[in-house]
């Protein structure tokens, strides 16, 4: 009886702390549940609203690039694409080869398609190839039933509907690099271009906008369910261009198949009207993605259509650079407009011979017969008075050895040599003869098309140091705003000295025996003036002077002279200035004259045609 009594106590007593334990449990379990539910609940309805919801980033439509006269030069198209889903292929390598007899499907394709489905989860859409053509869609869909996992999408893609038209100007859009990244989140969508040149790579941040999201309900394993919510984002800013289509169009078949640049610019307010570099290229191309023989067709093309040789592209300017040595001389007082110097043919400099390009030579010659006759051996003379530091200093006033400022990218700034800089570069002192050489536009002197029509404008305008720009407003990140009226400021020059050298260019275009009177305009209140350059690309020696210079026609392409012309019009009431280069031309009033006076009669014809409905407007 007793042992009974004591294992009963011990039996109850466990009992006890037993059903003392699991109330203690219960208990915690009930409080842990407590606090997860009532005051962590808003934590973790939060945690769970995420895991459900997933947001993605939309990309915004691109701001399209118009024309002075809102003409597209690059708008956003429709881009269908094809995708498959993976885990709707039952084989995927038997989807492709499928897929491949209705559109090209290349090696490399098919390997970037096999590593992109090791590295995505299988629900997820996986991008066979981008651009298709309406009729490659069409043979997809007819033939969906036998193509599973294969599916449509529509986004968009730049497309520049002028094709090569502009085409250095406006640059192109592609895919983007490591080195391209800047923390912008739309720069990791897959697909995502960005501007690699021209404006569209200057104003790239304004033209791609804004991304949008949207919100999307998703299970446990991350497949999209519905869409919650979209907000579109901001698209990209429409940039407005200050080029003319009509004559961008008109100055590339003017210059036609030759390798040549011409650059049309408002002398007031810098607005670059025509910037045309031949050959050139169409960026459609780099959008798709070049071929491998596209690419080298391109590369290796001698004519370099890829480079903007308006302005990256370097001559020697030959007589053009004359107008600064003129006014270098007049400012320095080494040479008055009245005093002559003798041109027999050549000048002697030691045992040296400089020749004039004029085997007789000239005769006496003032300035501005000088001017008008292009005379090596006057502006040989003038340069050795005024010396190559002030040549150098006046040249770069007028925008010759610096860079314009344009809003466009890879600008070279030429080269104008002085004495510090040879003795920099070439660890050499300067010699008298390089004076002369340099003096008419050869030798170490570089420059650019465009910067040649930044002298001419800076000559045309009263010496005001206008600068050329491309976009007609002014770009923010995000904003397109009003260009402020320009003012520019001045060259320091004598008005009377700028009046001389465009008395001298007048007599150029204008006067019997001027070096390009052939190529003048006749229509009254169009007169341009201008001048002539002609640059040398081989060195011509004593022996084929005496017998006679082979002309251009009978050179290869490359040993062929450049041909230069600069010009500004109307001269009346002057507006517009010009620079054409033919690169390997030939001479200057027989070749690159001649273009420079259609193009110029087309840019006053469309600006005549212009005000004339203004005043039809206004009346």
């Known amino acids: 009886m007793y ?98 007899t209705i559109i090209t499907l290349t090696d490399h394709d098919r390997a970037r398609i096999a590593k992109e489905a090791k590295r995505r989860r299988s629900f997820v859409p996986i991008t066979v190839r981008e651009n298709l053509s309406w009729e490659e869609v069409a043979r997809i869909e007819v033939n969906a039933p ?71 309900e998703v299970n446990a394993v991350g497949r999209v369910i519905r869409e919650l919510e979209r907000n579109e984002g901001e698209p990209g800013v429409n940039l407005t261009l200050t080029l003319d289509t009509r004559l961008q169009e008109y100055a590339a078949q003017r210059l036609g198949d030759e390798s040549a640049a011409c650059v049309v610019m408002d002398i007031h307010t810098g607005e670059v009207l025509v910037m045309a570099s031949t050959p050139s290229f169409d960026p ?18 001698p004519r370099s259509p890829l480079q903007n040789k308006a302005l990256s592209g370097t001559f020697a300017p030959g007589s053009t650079f004359k107008l600064v040595v003129a006014l270098a001389a007049l400012e320095s007082g080494a040479v008055t407009p009245d005093q002559r110097v003798f041109c027999p043919g050549h000048m002697q400099l030691g045992s040296i011979k400089f020749h004039c390009w004029k085997k007789g030579g000239h005769g006496a010659q003032d300035l501005i017969s000088a001017i008008k006759n292009s005379c090596d051996v006057y502006f040989y003379e003038i340069a050795r008075r005024v010396g190559i530091d002030k040549i150098a200093e006046v040249a770069r006033r007028f925008g010759l050895g610096v860079s314009t400022g344009i809003d466009l990218p890879n600008e070279r700034s030429g080269l104008i040599p002085d004495r510090a800089w040879k003795r920099k570069a070439m660890k050499q002192p300067w010699h008298p003869g390089e004076t002369l050489v340099n003096g008419i536009g050869q030798g170490y002197v570089l420059a650019t098309p465009l910067q040649l029509a930044t002298m001419t404008a800076r000559i045309a305008n009263g010496g005001l140091a206008v600068e050329p720009h491309v976009a007609r407003d002014l770009i923010t990140d995000q904003a397109a705003l009003i260009r402020p009226k320009p003012e520019w400021p001045s060259c320091g020059m004598s008005q009377k000295n700028l009046q001389l050298v465009r008395k001298g260019m007048f007599a150029v275009s204008n006067e019997p025996g001027g070096t390009a009177f052939r190529a003048r305009i006749n229509q009254d209140g169009m007169w341009l003036s201008g001048k002539t350059g002609t640059a040398q690309v081989r060195r011509i020696t004593m022996r084929e002077r005496e017998t006679g210079v082979k002309k251009n026609e009978d050179l290869p ?54 005000m004339a409905g203004l005043n039809q407007g206004t009346g």
């Open 557 to 610: 392409w490359k040993e062929r002279d450049h041909a230069l012309f600069v010009a500004y019009a109307p001269e009346d009431n002057p507006r517009y200035s010009i620079a054409v280069v033919v690169e390997h031309g030939g001479g200057g009033s027989a070749v690159a004259a001649p273009i420079a006076r259609d193009i110029m009669i087309e840019v006053q014809k469309r600006e005549r045609a212009r």
């Open 284 to 301: 459609n191309a780099f959008n798709r993605g070049l071929t491998t023989e596209e690419w080298k067709t391109l590369s290796t093309n």
């Open 146 to 216: 036998d193509l599973p996992g294969v599916l449509i999408d529509v986004g968009q893609s730049r497309y520049y509907p002028l094709q090569s038209l502009g085409a250095h100007i406006l640059g192109y859009v592609s895919a983007v690099s490591e080195n391209d990244l800047t923390g912008d989140p739309l720069e990791e969508l897959p697909g995502f271009r960005i501007g690699k040149g021209g404006v569209e790579k200057i104003y790239d941040m304004a033209l791609r906008g804004k991304g949008g999201t949207s919100s999307l």
């Open 3 to 100: 042992h009974d009594n004591d294992r009963f106590k011990i039996f109850a007593r466990r009992a006890v702390m037993l059903a003392g334990g699991k109330a203690v449990l219960v208990g915690a379990l009930a409080a842990r549940m407590y606090y997860l539910q009532v005051l962590e609940s808003d934590k973790y309805t939060m945690l769970a609203e995420d895991n459900r919801v997933s947001m993605r980033l939309l990309p915004p439509p691109r701001g399209q690039i118009l024309d002075r006269n809102g003409v597209a030069m690059a708008i956003n198209q429709h881009n269908y694409r094809v995708l498959v889903v993976p885990e709707d292929t039952p084989a995927m390598a038997y989807t492709l080869d499928a897929l491949s």
